[in-house]
Every structure is written in C-alpha cells, then in structure tokens.
C-alpha cells in the first residue's frame, strides 16, 4: 500500500479536480471529494509540485490542515478539510441596556400632561415602560440604565414599585434611572437636547470600572409595543462583525414617513438611512422588499424598510462617535445613524414578530383595542416570556348581570348590570347600572372609594370616579381617577376630529374622544 503525507498551508494554492485528473486553480472547494487514482503518477507529482511537499519532520502548526493520501491500486479519495471555527457566543453580562425616557410627549398629548409617555397605561394595567423593562429581563440581560427628563414622577415611582425588590431578580446587574441633571460648564448648563445628546450626558457612566466588561449596549425606545429577545439581535449583530445594528420591520406608504428610512444591499448592509422623508425625499427611499423574504404581493403593500428606533452598538464605537467623531450631534436617527452608515459597518436586523409605535394618540388607541381580538398580533399572555409590573394586590373583578363582549377586564373592577364591547376597562373601574361601553380605553382608578363615601357623594349631587347610571360612550379614552356622571352621552355624532375643551374636561384627537385625567363630566353632558 502506498501512502504520503502532504502539508496543506493556509495559502498554498489548490489543486483543481478534472476528469484527467487535478490541475490548479481557485476553486473555492474545502470539504470536497478528488477522486482519481495514484498509479497516475503525473497527477500526483503535479498535486505534490502544487502542495509544495518537501521532506521535513512533522510539525503541527496552527493554520495548516494535513491530510493523507493512501492507494490501494484502485480509485482513491483526497478528503481536504477546512478548519474549524467556532463561532463567538454572544454573553448576556457582557451587554447593558439603556431605554430613553422620552422627550416631552406631545404626541400623546393629553395623556402626557402630567406623566412621561413610558409611564402611560396600556393594556389594563401594565405601563410603557414595562415592555422594554420585560424584554430586557426575559433577555437574560440585567444592567438597565433608564433616562428620564420630561414629567418623570410617575415614572420614577412605577419603577420603584416594579423593578426594586418586587421578586424581580437582577443577581449582579441592576436597574439605574439616570435623570436629566445640569452639570458645570455652558454645554452642562443645557438639558438633553435629543437621544443621542441624553447618552452623552451620562457616557461617564459606562467608563465607570463596574461596567467595564461592557462590549455591546442597547439603546431602546420606551413606547413601542413588542415582544423581542435581544440577545437573538445581538447575536446577529456579532455574527456580522457590526458597528452598528439598526432593528427594522417593512411599512406601508401611509406610515412610512413617521419613520427613519434605509436602503440595504443584498447583505443586509444599510447604505442609505433618512429621517423621516417627506415628498421626494420619501419616494427615494422607496425599495423593493422582496429582499426581505416578502411575498410579491406583501412588497408591494410595503415598500419601505423602517428601523424600529432599537440599535445596538459596539461599546468602543458609541462612545467614539459620541464624545470625538460627533460632539455636537443630538439625535440618533437624524444625525448619528446616517453618518455612521457612511463610515462604519451598519447592519440592518428584520425584525418578523409584531411591533408598533404607540407614540401617537390614534395607534395608542387602536394598538389597545387590537388586544381585545380573539387572535391578537400581540398578547400579554404567553408564560415562558411574561410581561412584568407592578402588583397591586387588588381583588378580582366583581360583575353582576353585566354583558362583556370582546372586552379585558382588569382586576378590582365593579361590572353592574352594565354592557361593555370591543373595549378595556383598568384597574379600580366603577361602572352603574345601564352603562354602555363601546370601542373605548377606560384606563381606571389609583384608588378606591368606599361604597359610604360613594353614597354621600352621590347624595351631595357631587360625582364619585367611575361612570354613572345610564351613560353611553364610544370612541372614547377615558384617563385615569375621572368622574362622568349619569345620563351622559360621549359619541363625537359630529365626527369632530380636533377639538380643545380643557375647561369642559376633554379633547378630541383624530376623532377620539379623550376625558382628561381627574376630569368631572357632569350629569346629562352630551359630547
């Protein structure tokens, strides 16, 4: 039996298979199978001239491959393999998070007058805030910085309530709220200024030696609604050797320009990233989606790709673009993100599960009312990936003869003969006798009243929180700890689409009715 054995270095040059038998070449061919026989001896010599053999002691080096050639004066197989490399896991202590308050929420407004647009209710009884926060934990990722600036009372104590020894366990990690602060010097002087301009603020934090195991952090937004686990986005962002990583989902025409716009090549690379176009600048970005993985049909339905306003960056790369390449920028997606992509390795991430941003009124309201649906695109319910927040320790919610259909009915709830359809009722709601509740977001009560002090009330002609006899409301979000009393009637039949009455209790906004937190609506008011 013959044999050899050869030596393959990391460049040597390949022999190429062919029917007479190999010939050089630079076919990219690891793991493939030459066949051919070794009484030929022209190949051999010619594979032994390309292999560059020579006679030497057998040295094991790292980057050469060996492998053997036997004959057994038949038809003989060279199996050449490639090395083995392992690919980088990405670590969960290795990443810190940090969720951006919000600025002063005028988009929400009026439910922003008083509380910062993480802390607005969703869902019955969770909060903004808690969808990052619970994406974080179920991440297995335990270092959340929070931002705060605008209204951040509300904020503050709901995540004290929450996330600070409610048997939510962060081992090593933790939760900091980072609150606008002024600092020496004309530029400390200022407020944030923008996202970007918030983290730079604090970008002493993250040189601080508890963090300095750091290699990746998240920037995340606090009103989206959806259910993500980071750790898969930054395993693909490591996995691509990325700068930067900018989650994004396919959108329509109709939203498109709320958004940060990309183009990407076939790699997924982003090459071109707008803010929020208008007109021109909007149809310029304009793509073909099918790179995606849609169907012909879904990407005519949308043909733009928008980032989800989810990033995460290279440690060393955030702090160099905030504090040397950019000092003066103040927005992530206006300012930081298109000129990184300019000269960094920016990668786009599609993101396939349900999300939105909540950021305005009418998809505040319609997101809501979506989680009312028999198959809901997004739900609270799933065990192995909760949505966390604050026990309140409230009993269960008491109905008698009551008609519910399509409708969440959060806890510590009294339902009395009352019908309530295609909407949700928060915590602490009080609805009497002949009420009729229809496509409309009642966000409840911080507290209760006693059935004594109800009566008194009630008996001094003054109105207790909750709904009185009789009312019927449509197209309505009703804010928190309001009065309506009886015989009201909250319909918009006008279809009034903006209107302003602070004195009277209420707004309208994209026609939805919206009665002010504390608000009174006396007995017999028709809106």
Known sequence: MDSCCVAVKTKAPLAKASRGGLSDGDNDFWGERIRGSLNNCGWVSQLAKGLKTEKRPRKIKPGVAFSVITSNNGTETLTIQAPRLERRRADPKNVA???????????LFPLTIKQATPAVPVGGCYRLIDIPMSNCINSNINKIFILTQFNSASLNRHLARTYFGNGVNFGDGFVEVLAATQTPGEAGMKWFQGTADAVRK???VFEDAKNKNIENILILCGDHLYRMDYMDFVQNHIDRNADITVACVPVGESRASDYGLMKINKRGRIIQFAEKPKGAGLKAMEVDTTLLGLSPQDALKSPYIASMGVYVFRTDVLLNLLRWRYPTSNDFGSEIIPAAVMEHNVEAYLFRDYWDDIGTIKTFYEANLALTEEFPKFEFYDPKTPIFTSPR?????????????????????????????????????????????????????????????????????????????????????????????????????DGVQEADRPDQGFYIRSGITIILEKATIKDGTVI
């Not at 998070?97 to 988009?107: P, V």
């Not at 009294?414 to 966000?443: A, N, P, Q, W």
């Not at 003054?462 to 019927?472: A, L």
Request: contains cysteine; charged residues 25%.
């Open 97 to 107: 998070s940090i969720i951006l308050g919000g600025g002063a929420g005028t988009q």
């Open 202 to 204: 604090f970008i002493w």
């Open 393 to 493: 320790f409230l009993p269960p919610t008491k109905m008698e003869k009551s008609r519910v259909v399509d409708a969440i009915i959060s806890h510590g709830c009294f339902l009395r003969e009352c019908s309530v359809e295609h909407s949700i009722v928060g915590e602490r709601s009080r609805l009497d006798y002949g009420v009729e509740l229809k496509d409309t977001l009642m966000m409840g009560a911080d507290y209760y009243q006693t059935e004594s002090e109800i009566a008194s009330l009630l008996a001094e002609g003054n109105i207790p929180i909750g709904i009185g006899r009789n009312t019927k409301i449509r197209n309505c979000i009703i804010d928190k700890n309001a009065k309506i009393g009886k015989d009201v009637v909250i319909m918009n039949k």
